[in-house]
C-alpha cells in the first residue's frame, strides 16, 4: 500500500554511486566500447557510434568503476539526469561526466531504480539540484545521493520493476523484430530491383536463390541495355518523380493555436528522426487536410539531416523541409525502397553545399532513376513485399502502444497509486 512507502534520500536507501575517470582515452579502431553522454537513449545504452578503446585502457579504466549487470549510468552533464540501464553480458568503460548508481538489494532494487529514475520526482530532484552553468548544465556527485525519491518495501519494488521490464522487454522485441524485418526487405530490394540477380542468375541457366518457381517466374531471364544502363528485359527507367508525388510541408508557424482549438503536433525534421513527437511544438489542426501525417504515411526530409522513414509516431502535421511521398500508381513498398537506395546519394549532394543548410533540390529528384518492372511482375513480387512491408509497419505501432502503455503505468506504479494487481490485469489485456 502506498502508507507504506517512505521518501528517502538516495543514500538512505542504500544507492551508492561510483564515479568515471576523469580522463580520455586513446581512440582504437578495434576494442571495447567507451560509453559518452550520447550513447544514452531512452532509458538503454545505444553502443553503435560508440567510441573504443584498447582492452589495456579498458582495465585502467575500469580500475576504480565497472559497471555491473542492472547498474544505472547518470549523465551529469549536457542532458543531466538522463540515465541508462547496464545491459548483461557487455563489457565498456564509462565516459567523463557519467556515473553509476548501484542499489544496495535491501533497502533499495536495481530494478526498481531504474524506473524509477525516469518518473516525474526524479526530474522534480533534478530541477532542484541541478547547477546552471556558463555552457553546461550540471550535476554534482556530492548532491546526487541527497536526492530524495518514494522507495516502497523491498518486495513491492522487485513486483513494480518486474511487471515494468515485461512491457519493456516486448517493446525491445518489436523494435529487434522490426528493425529485422525493414532489413530484410531492404536487401531483397536490392537483389531485385538494383542488382538484379535473379534476372543474372536466369540468364546464366541457374535457379534463382531463395524464391519458389512462382515468383522467379516474374523475372525475365535477359539484361538489356538502356540509356541509364543495363536494366532486366521488358523493364523500363523513369525518373523518381515519374512515379511518385512530393508534397512538401508547410510553414507552420503561421498556423498557431487559438484559446480552445484542436491542435496537433508539428513533424519536423527532429521528430522524424525520433520517430516521436514527443516535445512537439502544437499548431492549429485548422490547415489543410493534405498536409495532416498519419500513422502509415511515407515522408521524406529534403533539408537538414536527410531521412526516410514510413510515419508511425501518430497524427502531425507535416512542416516545411519534409516530403510526404505518394503515389496513385505504384505500391508505397516499392516508392520506400528506391528511396532507401537514393537516400545516400541525395546525402552527399545535401553534403556538398557548404554555404547553405544541406538540402536537395526538386530537379534532383527527376535526376534519381528508378528501375520500374511491367505491371504483373510488380503484382507478384508484392506478393511478398506487401505483407513483409505491412508486418514493419504493424510491429511498430505495436511497439509504440506498449511503450505508450508502460510510460503510462510508470508514475502511477512507482508512486504507488496503482497497485500491482490492477496494472497486470491492463497488461495482459493488452499483451
Same mark, same amino acid.
Given at each position: 500500500?502506498?502508507?507504506?512507502?517512505?521518501?528517502?534520500?538516495?543514500?538512505?536507501?542504500?544507492?551508492?554511486?561510483?564515479?568515471?575517470?576523469?580522463?580520455?582515452?586513446?581512440?582504437?579502431?578495434?576494442?571495447?566500447?567507451?560509453?559518452?553522454?550520447?550513447?544514452?537513449?531512452?532509458?538503454?545504452?545505444?553502443?553503435?557510434?560508440?567510441?573504443?578503446?584498447?582492452?589495456?585502457?579498458?582495465?585502467?579504466?575500469?580500475?576504480?568503476?565497472?559497471?555491473?549487470?542492472?547498474?544505472?549510468?547518470?549523465?551529469?552533464?549536457?542532458?543531466?539526469?538522463?540515465?541508462?540501464?547496464?545491459?548483461?553480458?557487455?563489457?565498456?568503460?564509462?565516459?567523463?561526466?557519467?556515473?553509476?548508481?548501484?542499489?544496495?538489494?535491501?533497502?533499495?532494487?536495481?530494478?526498481?531504480?531504474?524506473?524509477?529514475?525516469?518518473?516525474?520526482?526524479?526530474?522534480?530532484?533534478?530541477?532542484?539540484?541541478?547547477?546552471?552553468?556558463?555552457?553546461?548544465?550540471?550535476?554534482?556527485?556530492?548532491?546526487?545521493?541527497?536526492?530524495?525519491?518514494?522507495?516502497?518495501?523491498?518486495?513491492?519494488?522487485?513486483?513494480?520493476?518486474?511487471?515494468?521490464?515485461?512491457?519493456?522487454?516486448?517493446?525491445?522485441?518489436?523494435?529487434?523484430?522490426?528493425?529485422?524485418?525493414?532489413?530484410?526487405?531492404?536487401?531483397?530490394?536490392?537483389?531485385?530491383?538494383?542488382?538484379?540477380?535473379?534476372?543474372?542468375?536466369?540468364?546464366?541457366?541457374?535457379?534463382?536463390?531463395?524464391?519458389?518457381?512462382?515468383?522467379?517466374?516474374?523475372?525475365?531471364?535477359?539484361?538489356?541495355?538502356?540509356?541509364?544502363?543495363?536494366?532486366?528485359?521488358?523493364?523500363?527507367?523513369?525518373?523518381?518523380?515519374?512515379?511518385?508525388?512530393?508534397?512538401?510541408?508547410?510553414?507552420?508557424?503561421?498556423?498557431?493555436?487559438?484559446?480552445?482549438?484542436?491542435?496537433?503536433?508539428?513533424?519536423?525534421?527532429?521528430?522524424?528522426?525520433?520517430?516521436?513527437?514527443?516535445?512537439?511544438?502544437?499548431?492549429?489542426?485548422?490547415?489543410?487536410?493534405?498536409?495532416?501525417?498519419?500513422?502509415?504515411?511515407?515522408?521524406?526530409?529534403?533539408?537538414?539531416?536527410?531521412?526516410?522513414?514510413?510515419?508511425?509516431?501518430?497524427?502531425?502535421?507535416?512542416?516545411? !523541409?519534409?516530403?510526404? %511521398?505518394?503515389?496513385? &500508381?505504384?505500391?508505397?513498398?516499392?516508392?520506400? #525502397?528506391? $528511396?532507401? @537506395?537514393? /537516400?545516400?546519394?541525395?546525402?552527399?549532394?545535401?553534403?556538398?553545399?557548404?554555404?547553405?543548410?544541406?538540402?536537395?533540390?526538386?530537379?534532383?529528384? !527527376?535526376?534519381?532513376? %528508378?528501375?520500374?518492372? &511491367?505491371?504483373?511482375?510488380?503484382?507478384?513480387? #508484392?506478393? $511478398?513485399? @506487401?505483407? /513483409?512491408?505491412?508486418?514493419?509497419?504493424?510491429?511498430?505501432?505495436?511497439?509504440?502502444?506498449?511503450?505508450?502503455?508502460?510510460?503510462?503505468?510508470?508514475?502511477?506504479?512507482?508512486?504507488?497509486?496503482?497497485?500491482?494487481?490492477?496494472?497486470?490485469?491492463?497488461?495482459?489485456?493488452?499483451?
Amino acid at each position: 500500500m502506498a502508507s507504506e512507502w517512505r521518501y528517502m534520500t538516495l543514500r538512505e536507501a542504500g544507492v551508492q554511486l561510483f564515479d568515471c575517470d576523469h580522463r580520455t582515452p586513446t581512440a582504437v579502431a578495434e576494442g571495447v566500447p567507451y560509453i559518452a553522454i550520447p550513447q544514452l537513449k531512452d532509458g538503454r545504452i545505444d553502443f553503435s557510434g560508440a567510441r573504443r578503446i584498447s582492452h589495456e585502457d579498458f582495465i585502467e579504466w575500469t580500475r576504480k568503476t565497472r559497471p555491473t549487470a542492472g547498474d544505472i549510468v547518470l549523465s551529469r552533464r549536457c542532458n543531466p539526469g538522463e540515465t541508462a540501464v547496464v545491459p548483461e553480458h557487455v563489457e565498456f568503460a564509462l565516459g567523463q561526466n557519467l556515473v553509476l548508481l548501484r542499489a544496495d538489494g535491501v533497502r533499495s532494487d536495481n530494478g526498481f531504480l531504474r524506473w524509477a529514475v525516469r518518473g516525474p520526482e526524479w526530474w522534480e530532484q533534478i530541477g532542484k539540484f541541478i547547477n546552471v552553468g556558463a555552457v553546461f548544465e550540471s550535476l554534482r556527485c556530492k548532491d546526487i545521493l541527497d536526492f530524495e525519491l518514494r522507495f516502497p518495501p523491498i518486495h513491492a519494488q522487485r513486483s513494480i520493476a518486474s511487471l515494468l521490464n515485461i512491457l519493456d522487454s516486448n517493446v525491445s522485441d518489436l523494435r529487434l523484430q522490426s528493425g529485422t524485418l525493414d532489413a530484410i526487405a531492404r536487401t531483397i530490394f536490392k537483389s531485385w530491383f538494383v542488382d538484379f540477380d535473379p534476372v543474372r542468375a536466369k540468364a546464366e541457366g541457374r535457379e534463382p536463390d531463395g524464391m519458389d518457381a512462382a515468383t522467379a517466374g516474374v523475372f525475365p531471364g535477359e539484361i538489356k541495355e538502356s540509356k541509364s544502363g543495363a536494366i532486366p528485359l521488358g523493364w523500363s527507367s523513369s525518373p523518381f518523380d515519374s512515379i511518385a508525388d512530393f508534397l512538401n510541408g508547410l510553414a507552420l508557424q503561421k498556423y498557431p493555436v487559438s484559446s480552445g482549438e484542436d491542435s496537433v503536433p508539428a513533424i519536423k525534421i527532429a521528430q522524424l528522426k525520433r520517430r516521436s513527437t514527443e516535445g512537439a511544438d502544437r499548431i492549429s489542426a485548422r490547415l489543410p487536410a493534405k498536409y495532416l501525417v498519419h500513422d502509415g504515411d511515407l515522408i521524406f526530409s529534403w533539408s537538414g539531416s536527410l531521412e526516410v522513414d514510413v510515419w508511425c509516431g501518430g497524427e502531425g502535421a507535416l512542416n516545411q !523541409h519534409l516530403f510526404k %511521398v505518394t503515389s496513385e &500508381t505504384y505500391p508505397q513498398w516499392f516508392i520506400y #525502397g528506391w $528511396l532507401l @537506395q537514393h /537516400l545516400e546519394h541525395f546525402r552527399e549532394i545535401a553534403a556538398s553545399k557548404v554555404t547553405t543548410m544541406g538540402h536537395i533540390q526538386r530537379h534532383h529528384l !527527376h535526376d534519381a532513376t %528508378v528501375v520500374v518492372p &511491367t505491371s504483373e511482375a510488380l503484382q507478384g513480387l #508484392g506478393e $511478398l513485399m @506487401q505483407p /513483409l512491408h505491412e508486418r514493419v509497419i504493424q510491429s511498430r505501432l505495436q511497439m509504440r502502444t506498449l511503450a505508450e502503455l508502460r510510460d503510462t503505468l510508470l508514475p502511477r506504479l512507482i508512486s504507488g497509486k496503482l497497485r500491482v494487481p490492477e496494472a497486470e490485469k491492463l497488461v495482459e489485456a493488452m499483451l
